[in-house]
């Protein structure tokens, strides 16, 4: 129940590839081939051990990077909180905030009163308005129950569902109501969302805070889309993933929040708190944490895990919690790259036999030695599209290249062997300085332009278009003395 679930949900995808290699058990591929998953592969994102104890708030620490400690910006945003629940329908309820150790740019509340924030988000956001209004729409779906409602329903759902099958003993009977069922429940969340931004903009207008806010990062959540679109060359394959999501569209919320944020305006004393927002937000970690593994251009850097690889021209690679991601530009070529467990003993050309990947040819299998470091190969075709499987062993773990590609060519298959056999020990001293990026501000003089702002990013690929984003301009001009953020190491 997140204000901004569109990102996560397209991450698990082999994305123009329309190779579906998530967290399931049987990877859907093209042409109708399927691949069993092995036992839950031991992501190379993942940091640290979940706390003790099973409870849901564990859960979803773990699964975003555990906590982030931000001292400065956790006292904002718990002075955020404050004025919100004295504005809201129940001053009695209590909340605490949590920033994830994200890049993503995401937000949840769990029905117990605990708000969770990305540290991604925290970057995107510009003002105090603006992160008051993700909060405030948290709050609504706490205030509103939002989550048990849904459990409601999603239990209605399956139990008529289940009726259908019993009683007309026709599984397809079962299978159309629960198809309605998935229906409603879309439509049955999209109210919700649109619920919980209009009472998050009466929240936070009440509150004192500038009620434009929920639109302005609505809007910078829509470029942000957009750009993630450009850089993956989705086209209108973003638009679908969105409409198919649960949550409304991002212009049409937009607009719904700029009219409800017209019919509160007036108050000359309402706050958008730019300038304490920025100070808080300055120094923290943007994009990706070394200790869960570093997208460097072509190459990722693991520093905690110790290795590095680097991909062929023309890929985007995104790391994200089960996986690394690649995607060619032109879409016809993708990659996966995870950690799995495969036992201690058994050979690699033998894991790889095991059948990752529907018409594996067994006779394409072969050992390699990777600088020292046990590794296999091997080929698979489908109707479509055919594979470029390999293991490699290092550390006491098993990691996993899987290539995919339309057109197989000779030379394509030249370049992922190429990218595999990059796969290295990262020496100590390049560990020790694979850093962080961070949030740095800086104030524009009269001889700075948007280009020069730009240029001192650490971000060289879309320097200017993450620049622009980053502090939600819309027009390439800056203001002299103004406050703007740049990434830097």
């Known amino acids: 129940m997140g204000f901004l679930r569109l990102q996560r949900r397209f991450l698990p995808l082999f994305c123009a590839a329309s190779l579906v290699l998530g967290s399931c058990d049987t990877l859907r591929l093209p042409g109708g081939e399927t691949a069993t998953a092995l036992p839950p592969p031991r992501a190379p994102a993942l940091t640290g051990v979940p706390g003790r104890g099973d409870g849901d708030h564990q859960k979803l620490v773990a699964a975003f990077g555990g906590e982030y400690s931000a001292p400065a910006m956790e006292r904002l945003l718990d002075a955020i909180a404050a004025k919100l629940v004295a504005a809201s329908s129940d001053p009695s309820r209590s909340y605490q905030v949590t920033i994830l150790n994200s890049p993503l740019v995401n937000a949840f509340a769990l029905p117990d009163g605990r ?15 603006e992160i008051a209004a993700v909060m405030a729409h948290e709050m609504a779906h706490v205030l509103a129950k939002h989550a048990a409602q849904r459990a409601e329903l999603e239990r209605r759902s399956t139990i008529a569902s289940r009726v259908a099958a019993e009683v007309l003993q026709s599984r397809a009977a079962g299978d159309v109501v629960a198809a309605q069922g998935l229906v409603s429940l879309a439509g049955f969340s999209r109210a919700q969302e649109l619920e919980a931004d209009e009472a998050g903009v009466a929240m936070i207008a009440k509150a004192g805070f500038d009620p434009e806010g929920a639109a302005r990062f609505l809007a910078a959540l829509g470029r942000q889309s957009a750009m993630r679109a450009t850089l993956f060359n989705l086209g209108e394959k973003q638009d679908k993933m969105s409409f198919l999501a649960t949550h409304p569209s991002t212009p049409e919320r937009t607009a719904r929040a700029q009219a409800a944020a017209k019919k509160l305006a007036g108050n000359a004393s309402t706050l958008i708190g730019r300038q304490a927002y920025l100070a808080a937000l300055n120094g923290i970690v943007y994009g990706d944490d070394p200790a869960e593994g570093l997208v460097r251009g072509r190459k990722f850097v693991h520093p905690r895990l110790g290795f590095e690889f680097s991909v062929p021209d023309g890929f985007v690679l995104d790391n994200t919690p089960n996986a690394v991601i690649g995607i060619n530009t032109d879409q016809a070529e993708a990659l996966r790259f995870d950690a799995i467990a495969v036992s201690p003993g058994l050979p690699l050309n033998a894991a790889i036999a095991q059948g990752w990947i529907e018409n594996t040819k067994l006779g394409s299998i ?15 075709h489908g109707a479509e599209w055919s594979f470029r499987l390999a293991a490699v062993r290092f550390g006491g773990n098993v990691y996993r290249f ?37 949030i740095a501000l800086v104030t524009a003089t009269a001889n700075d332009t948007v280009e020069s702002l730009a240029a001192r990013m650490a971000t060289p690929d879309h320097a200017l278009a993450r620049f622009l984003l980053l502090n939600g301009l819309t027009k390439p001009a800056l203001t002299v003395g103004e406050t703007y953020k740049i990434v830097s190491e």
């Open 115 to 129: 708000l969770y924030v990305t540290r991604g988000l925290l970057a995107l956001a510009n003002d105090e308005s």
């Open 366 to 380: 072969e050992t390699l030695n990777l600088d020292g470091l046990e590794g296999a190969t091997a080929v698979a």
């Open 402 to 438: 899987m290539y995919a590609k339309k057109d197989f060519t000779a030379a394509a298959d030249r370049s992922f062997l190429l990218s595999i056999q990059s796969f290295r020990a990262l020496p100590p001293d390049d560990a020790a300085r694979s850093r962080p990026l961070r």
